[in-house]
């Protein structure tokens, strides 16, 4: 597990596939975060619970900065399998980083915190995208409960047009994920990839076999 974890890990932090998975999902292709401008973040955080220290751990995060200020703090999840509870354990991740600037002194910007959810899955993700999907809420309650979405992105339905906006080896994925179900022995197109190593180690977790 913690060998598959790492591997899950690897190309997503290197900082030119991170800021291009996010300008192309969030960004449309339009060069908003650029690679320099990013800083890794521990993927650990720490919360208490029945008087003891639990720890959480996202995929990959990086905060987004213009010179010493923080501007946001992204977050990835990946996800292979249909998730019904992903609303509630995107919430506790996005919880924990606002959690974490309480800790800041008062002087310093909050910033937001932003999770994509890369969902790989050839199943279409029909399960709740909202906090209130989530739950059994008596009428009564709800003009009291507050929503939370997740910004998931099925992954093998993007549209070439999608996929034409990544410019890392990230596209070289999408494109293989998005066509391998529609062309039979899709082996995926001839660009070059430039992370050799964790491209191909990727790949394996996320498709359970060597390419």
Known sequence: MAEKDISEKTLESHND?????VNGLLFRGEQIVREDELEAESEHSMYKADGKLHEMERDVAK???NGKIRIALFGFENQTAVDSDMPLRVLNYDGGAYRNQLNQTENEKRYPVITLV???GDAVW?????LLGCLDIPDALKPFVSDY????FEICRLTDEEISRFKSDFKIIADYFAKR??????????????????????????????L
Do not use: C, Q
């Open 17 to 21: 596939v991170f800021a291009d998975i």
């Open 63 to 65: 905060y987004w900065k």
């Open 118 to 120: 890369l969902y790989f």
């Open 126 to 130: 029909n399960k709740p995208k909202t």
């Open 149 to 152: 979405r997740i910004n998931l």
């Open 181 to 210: 179900k529609k062309i039979p022995g899709y082996r995926g197109t001839s660009d070059t990839i430039k992370h050799v190593d964790e491209f191909f180690k990727l790949m394996k977790v996320l498709t359970n076999r060597d």
